[in-house]
C-alpha cells in the first residue's frame, strides 16, 4: 500500500522532503501546502532584487505547482493554510486563504516546514504602511515598489545580521540613503567584535549611517526614535531584527517544543509523533561542537534535515552529525564567512580555546587582485582541535572557510590542516595557502614558541606607555604609526639591541605580523624573556580602531590610518 505524505512548508526544507518522497516512492502521493502564493522560491536571494541584481521578483520563484505536479507529480497547493494537526484521526485542517473555506486533509505521514517568522518589537508604529519585514517574494516585491516612490529617500535597517546587511547594501546600490540600527554592540553575530570591526568600516565607508548600541523605540510617519533618544528620518522602515521559529501548529498538536524554543526533534528528524517529522527554521538541532541544543536558520542544514526526514519514512539510514553554522556574505567590497565557534561561543560553552588572526594575501601578490584576507582560527587548547574560522576580504574567503567546517566535521585538527595538501596557482592562491599558514602560526602558539597580543589591546598598550617596537621600514613609519612606537627596522634591529630594553614587556609589531614574528623569534633566540608579536600588526590596528574613532571622536592611537 502507498503511503499518503502530506508537507506543510513549500520552501527549502518542504519542497526538498516531498522532492525526496517522491524520488523514493513513484506510488506515493504527495501533498505541500503553502500558504502564501509561491513555492520554492529563494529566500536568501529576496533581498537582491532591492537593487536589480535579481531583475524582477517572478526570477525568484523556482518552480510553480504546475511544474512539480507535471514533473514530479506532487500537489503543490499555494494559498493553503494548515490551521490545525489531528494527530488521533491522522489529518490537517488546511484553509483556503482566496475563499476563507476549510477542509481536511488525511495522512499517513507528515512533515512540518513552517520556517520561522520575523519578529515584530512591541514598539509603536510597526503596524503603519511604510513598515516592512523581508520573508517571501511578496514582501520583497512590496518593499521594492514602495522604495521607488519619488518620495521615498532615506530607509531606516533594524537589525545588522544576514538579512538586515543584505538589504542595507542593496538598497544603498539603489541610489537611497540607508540608516543601519544594531542593538548590541556589533554586526553580524557569528564574527568577533574584532572581525566586525572590518565590516563596519567598509559599511560606513560606503556611506551608510552605522549605528550600534541603540534600539528602535518607536515609528512615526517619517522618522524614527532611538532607545537613546536620537531621531532619524525614515521614509520606510525595514524590521529585520530576527526570526523565531513557527510553532504554532505544533504546540497546539501537543508535539514537545525543546529548551530552545524549536520543534524538538530526535536524530531523524521525528517529532514526539512517530508519524509527523520536522525539518527546518522550525526545529531545534543539536551543535556538534558545543554538545547543546540550538536553532540554526540556513537554507543548507534545512535541505539535508529534508533528505534525512524522507529517508527515514522509507527506512534508509543517515549519519547525524550536527549542525556547525557555516556562512558567508556579501557586504559590498567585502566578502566575509564564518564556520564552527567563535571566541564569545567557546566561552559560553566553556571550553578552553586559543587564537591566532592572520593577514596574508588571498594570492600571489604579483597578481592582479591581490588582496589582504582577514583570517581568525579558533582552535581547543591543548589539544589543537579545530573550533571555527572567520574570514573577511575581497577574495576567495567561502573557500578557506568551507576548508575549515571540513575540517570540524570530520575532526581534524591543527595538525592535519598544517598537512592539508591545497590547490595552488598564483591566479587563485598561495603556495602556503591562506589555511595552511594559519596552521603553522597556531601550532607555533601551541607549542610555546612566541607570545601575542590581540589588537584588541593595543589601544590599552598605548595609554599604558608600553614599549612597542615596530619593525617596518622607515617609509613605512613615517606614513602612520603608533603614537608612542618606536620605529627600529627588521633590516636595522640586529645593530640596534641597545635601544631594546630587556628589563619589560617588548610589544612588536609591522604590517601584518610576519615581519614582526621573525623579529619576536630572534629577540628571544638573543636571550629577550619578555616579547610579544602584537596579532594583526598595524593593518589589523587600524581597522579595529577606526569605526569607534569616527563615531566617539575619541583621541586616536595612531598618527594616521594604513588599510593597504
Not at 516592512?132 to 521594492?144: E, P, Q, S, Y
Not at 544576514?162 to 540607508?178: Q, S, T, W, Y
Not at 571550553?351 to 582577514?374: C, Q, R, T, W
Amino acid at each position: 500500500m502507498s503511503k499518503k505524505i502530506v508537507v506543510i512548508g513549500g520552501v527549502a526544507g518542504g519542497a526538498s522532503a516531498a522532492a525526496r518522497a517522491r524520488r523514493l516512492d513513484e506510488h506515493a502521493e504527495v501533498i505541500m501546502f503553502e500558504r502564501g502564493p509561491h513555492v520554492s522560491f529563494s529566500n536568501c536571494a529576496l533581498p537582491f532584487h532591492l537593487s536589480g541584481i535579481v531583475e524582477n521578483s517572478e526570477d525568484l520563484v523556482l518552480m510553480n505547482p504546475k511544474q512539480f505536479k507535471k514533473q514530479y507529480n506532487i500537489e503543490a497547493r499555494v494559498n493553503s493554510e494548515v490551521t490545525s494537526i489531528n494527530r488521533k484521526n491522522k489529518t490537517v485542517t488546511v484553509k483556503t486563504v482566496v475563499t476563507g473555506e476549510s477542509y481536511e486533509e488525511s495522512y499517513d505521514k507528515l512533515v512540518l516546514s513552517p520556517g520561522a517568522n520575523p519578529i515584530i518589537p512591541p514598539i509603536q508604529g510597526t503596524d503603519m504602511d511604510h513598515v516592512f519585514t523581508v520573508r517571501n517574494v511578496v514582501d520583497i516585491a512590496k518593499l521594492d515598489a514602495y522604495v521607488k516612490q519619488d518620495n521615498v529617500k532615506q530607509v531606516a535597517v533594524i537589525g545588522g545580521g544576514f538579512i538586515g546587511i543584505e538589504v542595507v547594501e542593496n538598497l544603498r546600490l539603489a541610489g537611497l540613503d540607508v540608516s543601519l540600527i544594531e542593538f548590541s554592540n556589533q554586526v553580524m553575530a557569528p564574527f568577533d567584535y574584532d572581525m566586525a570591526q572590518i565590516l563596519h568600516k567598509e559599511i560606513i565607508d560606503q556611506g551608510v549611517n552605522l549605528i550600534v548600541n541603540d534600539g528602535l523605540a518607536k515609528i512615526e510617519a517619517s522618522q524614527i526614535e532611538l532607545q537613546s533618544g536620537k531621531i532619524l528620518a525614515a521614509d520606510a522602515v525595514v524590521l529585520a531584527i530576527g526570526v523565531k521559529p513557527e510553532t504554532k501548529l505544533a504546540e497546539q498538536a501537543g508535539l514537545e517544543i525543546g529548551q530552545t524554543g524549536g520543534i524538538m526533534v530526535d536524530h531523524n528528524y521525528v517529532t514526539s509523533d512517530s508519524d509527523i517529522y520536522a525539518v527546518g527554521d522550525a526545529i531545534e538541532v543539536y551543535h556538534k561542537l558545543t554538545h547543546q541544543p540550538t536553532r540554526l536558520a540556513l537554507a543548507g542544514p534545512a535541505q539535508r534535515q529534508a533528505r534525512a526526514a524522507a529517508d527515514h519514512m522509507y527506512r534508509i539510514p543517515h549519519r547525524h552529525t550536527g549542525v556547525i553554522g557555516s556562512s558567508c556574505i556579501h557586504v559590498f567590497d567585502q566578502n566575509a564567512a564564518a564556520t564552527g565557534l567563535n571566541e564569545k561561543e567557546a566561552e559560553r560553552a566553556g571550553i578552553a580555546y586559543d587564537f591566532v588572526y592572520i593577514i596574508p594575501n588571498d594570492k600571489v601578490g604579483l597578481m592582479p587582485e591581490s588582496h589582504p584576507m582577514h583570517f581568525k582560527l579558533i582552535y581547543e587548547y591543548p589539544t589543537g582541535k579545530i573550533l571555527g574560522a572567520q574570514a573577511i576580504g575581497k577574495g576567495n574567503v567561502d573557500k578557506r572557510v568551507d576548508v575549515i567546517a571540513t575540517m570540524i566535521t570530520m575532526g581534524g585538527t591543527l595538525e592535519d590542516l598544517k598537512e592539508l595538501e591545497l590547490c595552488y596557482s598564483p591566479m587563485f592562491g598561495t603556495a602556503k595557502d591562506v589555511v595552511n599558514f594559519a596552521a603553522l602560526v597556531a601550532l607555533n602558539r601551541l607549542n610555546g614558541e612566541f607570545k601575542q597580543v590581540p589588537v584588541t589591546k593595543a589601544r590599552e598598550l598605548v595609554e599604558n606607555n608600553a614599549f612597542i617596537m615596530d619593525v617596518r621600514e622607515k617609509h613605512e613609519y613615517a606614513c602612520g604609526h603608533l603614537t608612542n612606537a618606536v620605529n627600529i627596522p627588521l633590516s636595522e634591529f640586529r645593530d640596534r639591541l641597545d635601544e631594546i630594553p630587556q628589563n619589560q614587556p617588548v610589544y612588536v609589531h609591522c604590517r601584518s605580523a610576519q615581519r614582526s614574528y621573525n623579529a619576536v623569534m630572534a629577540l628571544q633566540h638573543l636571550g629577550y624573556k619578555n616579547v610579544y608579536n602584537i596579532s594583526g600588526s598595524y593593518l589589523g590596528i587600524c581597522l579595529y580602531e577606526y569605526y569607534t574613532d569616527q563615531m566617539t571622536g575619541r583621541e586616536k592611537i595612531v598618527t594616521a590610518y594604513n588599510f593597504k
